[in-house]
Structure formats: structure tokens, C-alpha cells
């Protein structure tokens, strides 16, 4: 270990496992656990201390003695600033171990669960180009690399489009290719840049809250849809114009849409939503049934791995014909109709409200009448009985990351249903909820599926049975 009074740097520290956030992890008994960020499991490197707490540390690497036999090349240029895709150095099927084993880490050291039945993980055929929703910032305040710094001296050109620099809100990296979203997002990303610029629009200041143009949101579909959503700060005849040059660029813009948003945050949930060309959704297709998508919709951000996540909820529920199901965070309806057919009544809850609108909507298109969407607070809809609806026999919950409130588990409890489907983008949250329902119901299976390859996130879905 060299030391002097404010560098502290642990050498030759061999990193041995990975785990929550994507941090790459230095385990050894009877000493503190050291985080770091861009290792890969095998590596073994010199890390420079950069906090130190009683029982772990975090560091950065700041030299490689050997590499990983587990480390690929990252196909991004971007990919250590941005921390999008904290897993693209690391072979695809090394990811899959290590979020299969954070899952079966959570249940067990958070759920305090012992045994149940753990199907294999399901991969991603795609591991690039997956996503059909992107957003990017518009910032005066780029992320300039020290390389940048050495070679050109003072910069001028400061303005970005992009992803927020990891850990520094503030700064935003300025994007040539992302590899998460089919290719036509790159060349509508950065047309738009370029005319925003020639068109003297002035890029969003974060701490200062002033200028022209702040976020632009790409959606694309399975069906070869494609929505554009810019968020203005100020509109005026020069966003106008952009919106313009997009629309005669790009054929392939089935909807462009817009929001002037003065707000301190850029959430558009709030706010009216602007139809500039076109129609106001996106059509995607899960299986044979069709969903209108809007601009504030929430859908699984990976259409091709989504039919697959529903036929596990399918499965999991083995539905007879004759069920009540509550469907909790319903969103849109996906889960709600893709299961119409198998239940002799389903009843979605949502808290937003066009959401709502949006799920009654693909229920007339898909022609499904066994479905009813309610909008309200979870937590206050399932507190007292829905009028003219038996209780459940099965609920599904889908929730936020952040998990379930308490009170909507001890409500889940009261109402008593035979099974539980619990479906999760954070391991954590659900093993702590899954013990919260530990005296009433049993876990007895559980299935990861792999919604974001390059990335430490994943996908987990459990069936609870009542006691």
C-alpha cells in the first residue's frame, strides 16, 4: 500500500465479484469491502481511496496489473463517462451470473427466504439496440475530458445532446452513438443538434433554468413506429422551425410531439402535451394484441423481451377461467389484457391518469370487454372494496422501483387472494416486501429475465401463495 497525506492507493487488489449499482467488488475475509466502478471480476488493479467508511470502501481504479478473462472490449466511446451501459466491458453471459446471484442474494439476506424454486434466467436474444425509449438532454454545460483540456486549451463549443454525466448532474456528455436504441435514433438525435444549433436555439442552462430548448425523447416501436418528443423551455418561432426540418427529414416520424416546460424538473406528467405532425401515439404489438403507447405512457422499455415477461406472469398465475384479478400500477393495460383472455374478470389500478385513458382505449381496440381500469391511488383503492367486484383470487403488482407502500401490503393481505404475482425491476425492494408478507404467504418460485443487457439492471418475477 503506498501512502503520503492525501493519497491513499490500495495495491494489486484483486476484484472478485460484482454487485448492486454495478460496482465490481474486492471481498476478502476479515477486511473491509472495496467498491469501485469499470472493474471487471478477475481484474486486478491499484485503486486510489476516495471515501472510507467503517465497514467498506470506494475507490478509483487507477492502474491494471491484469485483465479479466470475464473483460471485453466496450463497443461505446463513450461508456466509462456516461454509465448508461456500467456492464459493456463485461461478457454477456459473465452479466447474467452476476445479476442471477444478486437476485438470489437479495432474497435471501433481505427476504430471509429459504427454499423455493429458482428457474434459469432468461437471456436477451438483443443485446444491443433494445430500447424503445430514449432521453437526451440539451445542456450549455458539456463534459470536457481532460484530454480535451490538454489538447485544445480553452473551449469555446460547450453545447450538448446527450446523457447526464454519472454522479454529476450538472454536466451532460455529448453523444455521437448510443448503442441501446435502433439506429435511427442516432441520426434523429443528432440532426436535431445540428439544426437547433444552426438555428441559434440556446441549449437548457441546469443552474441558471433559462434557454430555449432543455430534452428531446425518442420512442420507436416493433412496428416500425416512431414518436419525437422535444421539451422547450420557451417556444418560439425558431422551435417552430425545427420542429419543421425534423418533420420534412424523416419519413420515418409517424408522431412528433412537444412541451413547453418552465419547470425546475423536466417530468412532463404535469404538463399538456403538444401534437406538431402526425398522431398522438405509437402502436406497439405484445403477442396479437396491440397497444396505443403515448408520450407520457409507461411501457416495458424492451418490446422484444416483453411478450416473454408476460408469459411468465401467464404461466405463474395458471389461470382456470374463472379468477377475479387485481392488476396494481396496471400503466397502460399490457399485463391486464394480455391475461383477458384466460380470467373471467380483471381489474386494473393506476395512479396517472391518462394512463388510464390509455388502457380503456386498448381494451376497445383489442376488443377485450372483460377488463375494468380504475384510476386512483393504489394504496386508497384497494383500502375498501370495489363496488360490484368480488375480492381477488390472484393480484399482480407491478410497482415503481422503490417497491410497495406499507399500506398496500397490509390492504394485499387483508384482501387475501391465493397467490401473489410480484413482478420487479429492483430485487431489493421486493425481497423486503416479500418479508413483510412472510406470515401469510409462501415464496415458491422465482424467474429473472434479462430486460437490460449491458447494464446491472434485471427483471425478477415471484409467485406468492397464500399459507
Not at 478477475?42 to 467508511?53: E, F, L, P
Not at 432468461?122 to 489538447?151: D, L, P, Q, V
Not at 392488476?327 to 389500478?349: N, Q, R, V
Amino acid at each position: 500500500m503506498g501512502r503520503n497525506k492525501r493519497n491513499v492507493v490500495l495495491e494489486n487488489i484483486e476484484l472478485n465479484d460484482a454487485g448492486s449499482l454495478g460496482k465490481s467488488i474486492s471481498k476478502k475475509e476479515g477486511e473491509k469491502i472495496i467498491f469501485t466502478k469499470n472493474g471487471v471480476p478477475g481484474d486486478i488493479v491499484d485503486i486510489r481511496v476516495r471515501k472510507k467508511r467503517k465497514s467498506y470502501i470506494e475507490g478509483d481504479i487507477i492502474k491494471y496489473h491484469k485483465y479479466s478473462s470475464k473483460r471485453k472490449d466496450p463497443k461505446c466511446s463513450h461508456f466509462e463517462l456516461c454509465g448508461g451501459c456500467s456492464w459493456q466491458n463485461m461478457d454477456y453471459e459473465e452479466q447474467l451470473i452476476y445479476k442471477d446471484k444478486e437476485v438470489n442474494e437479495n432474497l435471501s439476506r433481505i427476504g430471509k427466504i429459504g427454499s423455493y424454486k429458482k428457474l434459469p434466467i432468461i437471456k436477451s436474444n438483443k443485446r444491443y439496440y433494445y430500447r424503445n425509449k430514449m432521453e437526451f438532454s440539451f445542456s450549455n454545460s458539456r463534459w470536457i475530458t481532460e484530454k480535451e483540456i490538454r489538447e485544445e486549451g480553452d473551449i469555446l463549443d460547450k453545447n450538448a445532446l446527450g446523457f447526464h454525466k454519472s454522479g454529476m448532474w450538472s454536466k451532460v456528455i455529448d453523444i455521437d452513438k448510443c448503442y441501446l436504441q435502433t439506429n435511427i435514433s442516432n441520426k434523429i438525435r443528432n440532426y436535431t443538434k445540428q439544426k437547433a444549433l444552426e438555428l441559434n436555439l440556446e441549449f437548457f442552462d441546469l443552474k441558471n433554468q433559462n434557454g430555449d430548448i432543455r430534452n428531446l425523447m425518442i420512442r420507436t416501436t416493433t412496428t416500425n413506429e416512431i414518436m419525437v418528443l422535444i421539451q422547450f423551455y420557451k417556444y418560439s418561432k425558431k422551435a417552430e422551425n425545427l420542429l419543421e426540418l425534423i418533420k420534412n427529414e424523416f419519413d420515418e416520424i409517424t408522431s412528433i410531439m412537444y412541451v413547453i416546460n418552465s419547470k425546475r424538473n423536466d417530468t412532463i406528467y404535469d404538463l399538456e402535451i403538444l401534437c406538431f405532425s402526425g398522431k398522438n401515439y405509437i402502436t406497439e404489438k405484445i403477442g396479437e394484441l396491440l397497444f396505443k403507447i403515448s408520450a407520457k405512457s409507461f411501457f416495458q422499455t424492451n418490446s422484444y423481451q416483453t411478450n416473454k415477461l408476460y408469459n411468465i406472469v401467464k404461466s405463474f398465475a395458471n389461470l382456470k377461467g374463472n379468477e377475479i384479478v387485481y392488476d396494481l400500477y396496471s400503466g397502460i393495460g399490457t399485463i391486464s389484457l394480455f391475461l383477458s383472455k384466460e380470467a373471467k374478470k380483471i381489474i386494473g389500478i393506476e395512479t396517472v391518469k391518462d394512463a388510464v385513458q390509455a388502457a380503456k382505449s386498448n381494451s376497445k381496440l383489442n376488443n377485450i370487454s372483460n377488463c375494468k381500469f380504475i384510476h386512483g391511488d393504489v394504496k386508497d383503492i384497494i383500502a375498501k372494496p370495489i363496488k360490484g367486484i368480488k375480492k381477488p383470487d390472484i393480484i399482480i403488482v407491478d410497482p415503481p422501483r422503490n417497491g410497495l407502500e406499507k399500506s398496500v401490503i397490509k390492504s394485499i393481505i387483508k384482501l387475501s387472494p391465493d397467490k401473489i404475482i410480484y413482478v420487479s425491476c429492483n430485487s431489493s425492494t421486493q425481497a423486503r416486501d416479500i418479508y413483510e408478507l412472510r406470515d401469510f404467504y409462501n415464496l415458491k418460485i422465482t424467474q429473472a429475465i434479462d430486460m437490460f443487457p449491458q447494464t446491472y439492471h434485471i427483471e425478477n418475477v415471484v409467485l406468492l401463495e397464500k399459507i
